[in-house]
Structure formats: structure tokens, C-alpha cells
């Protein structure tokens, strides 16, 4: 009987040893079942997200191609105003800016060379030629003035 004894015993230990394995692996599948939920529903979750990605990407498409029509419409209309502008008399800054410095240049020019002219008064060319640089000078400088009002 001990032998018989002895086989209960160890049937008892291992069915034990087994339940706790059994109650292990129950509890395991319990925790993975749990963070299956958890990923479904992140999955579900994402594939929303997806969606809505989906029709803001289009809207976005949307958006763009109208801004686009309107940049092509502003771009035209710009011309048709610059074509305006130069009917008009209306100048660029750029413009403005040539002439400043042109007048600017022709100013300095003049008052470098009127101690020369009063030193050499018998040069007649040389008193006529700043003459006239000066009468330019005084008509560029009214243009000047005209371009700044626009």
C-alpha cells in the first residue's frame, strides 16, 4: 500500500502542480483577452482617425485649388493695376529711387563745379555746360518731386 500510497500522493501533487498552471494560464488569457480589447478598440480608434484624415486631406485638396484659382485671379487683376497704374502716371518705388539718385548725383556734381566756374569765369563752355547741368538739375528735381506725391 505504500507503493499505492505513494502514487496517490503524487497524483495529488501533480494534479495540484496542474491546477496552479491551469488557474496561471487562465489568468494569462484573461490579461491578454483584456489588452486584445484594449488594441480592438484602439484599432478602431485609428482606423477613425484614418478617416478623418482621409476628408481633411480632401477638404485640404479643396481649399488649395481655390486658393490657387484665386492667386491666378489676383495675378491678373495685379497686371490689369500695374497697366493702370502706368496709364495713370502711378510710379514704382524703384523708379522713385533711380531718379533720386540720379538727381542726387547731379546736385553734388553741380557744387563741386561751382568754385571751379567762379575760378575759371573766362572758360565760356565750361560755364555754359554747368548752366544747363543746373537748369537739368532743377527739371529733374520737380520730376523727382512729382514721383514722390504718387
Known amino acids: 500500500m505504500s507503493r499505492l500510497a505513494n502514487n496517490i500522493k503524487d497524483t495529488i501533487i501533480l494534479h495540484t502542480k496542474h491546477q496552479k498552471l ?8 484573461q490579461l ?4 486584445l480589447e484594449q488594441l480592438k478598440k484602439a ?5 477613425n482617425i ?3 484624415h482621409k476628408y481633411m486631406n480632401g477638404e485640404l485638396h479643396k481649399e488649395v485649388a481655390k486658393l490657387k484659382k484665386e492667386n491666378e485671379y489676383l495675378k491678373k487683376e495685379n497686371d490689369i493695376i500695374r497697366e493702370g497704374n502706368d496709364y495713370l502716371g502711378v510710379y514704382s518705388q524703384e523708379l522713385i529711387d533711380e531718379v ?4 542726387d548725383d547731379m ?5 563741386v563745379a561751382e568754385p571751379l ?7 565760356i563752355m565750361f560755364m555754359t ?6 537748369r537739368y538739375n532743377t527739371r529733374l528735381n520737380a520730376i523727382f518731386n512729382k514721383l514722390k506725391k504718387n
Open 22 to 29: 491551469i488557474a496561471s494560464l487562465d489568468k494569462d488569457i
Open 32 to 35: 491578454y483577452q483584456i489588452e
Open 43 to 47: 484599432n478602431a480608434e485609428m482606423a
Open 50 to 52: 484614418e478617416k478623418q
Open 100 to 103: 533720386k539718385k540720379l538727381n
Open 107 to 111: 546736385t553734388e556734381t553741380i557744387k
Open 117 to 123: 566756374v567762379k575760378k575759371n569765369n573766362r572758360n
Open 129 to 134: 555746360s554747368i548752366q544747363g547741368l543746373i
